[in-house]
């Protein structure tokens, strides 16, 4: 079956030093990937979006690859501040069709960021 | 201002009660999405819609209904609630079709926060 990993629960590191998040995912053919961040007690906020045919995109302090041969994304965020501790959820939809719709999420990793 | 209503935000209910949990977009996205939110187990799709009279079962449909005879609005429908659909349960809605640019950003709603007892 399908399944989607979010490695760690949850994740400390210090301010100023790159957070490095990982999703991993089997016996799945993802047409896109997007990663969000989640406030307790808010839904989640889009941050990016990476194609099955990119290997990178950036955005401003975040930065996420994609390797389809490892089955795996990684989110960074470089030069982290307190204020980036979040929820993060990665979210994958396959490819073909209509499925594109059909979005299935990680269980997201609690990212703190210590002063 | 853009955004995704729901509503009720809060509901306790009791068990076989029908209810209705109602969501509106303003940004006249085609596609819209249901999700359930529960400890250990993340962000789980219940139903989705790509269009208008278009829906798709999500990865745990079991339990509930969804209508999309509107654009704007996608409606949540527990017939005959019970115990596990205690919930926060989270509306989406995103830009379709693909387009080059298209980063298919979903934007949430609120979340209702739904207890059966």
């Known amino acids: 079956s399908q399944k989607i990993e979010q490695n760690s629960e949850a994740l400390n590191i210090q301010e100023g030093k790159t957070a490095t998040l990982t999703c991993n995912y089997t016996?799945?053919?993802?047409?896109?990937l997007q990663w969000y961040r989640q406030d307790p007690g808010r839904g989640p906020v889009f941050l990016l979006l990476i194609r099955e045919n990119e290997k990178e995109k950036r955005k401003e302090r975040l930065k996420v690859t994609f390797d389809t041969t490892l089955k795996q994304s990684l989110f960074h965020i470089t030069a982290s501040q307190p204020a980036d501790s979040a929820t993060y959820l990665c979210a994958l939809a396959p490819a073909g069709g209509t499925s594109y719709g059909k979005l299935t999420f990680g269980q997201g990793t609690i990212l703190t960021v210590h002063p | 201002e853009a955004q995704v209503t729901q509503n009720p935000r809060y509901l306790i209910t009791v068990t076989g009660k029908k209810l209705t949990v109602t969501c509106s977009q303003n940004?006249?996205?085609?596609?819209m999405s249901w999700y359930r939110q529960d400890p250990g187990l993340g962000l789980r799709q219940i139903y989705y819609?790509?269009?208008?009279?278009?829906?798709d079962k999500g990865d745990v449909p079991e339990g509930y209904k969804v209508s999309r005879k509107e654009k704007r609005n996608f409606p949540l429908i527990l017939e005959s609630p019970s115990p596990n659909q205690t919930s926060l349960y989270f509306c989406a809605s995103s830009l379709y079709p693909e387009g080059a640019g298209n980063s298919y950003e979903q934007y949430f709603g609120p979340g209702t926060r739904l207890t059966v007892t």
């Open positions: 940004m006249n996205h085609e596609y």
């Open positions: 819609s790509m269009n208008v009279e278009v829906t």
């Open positions: 016996n799945y053919s993802p047409a896109y």
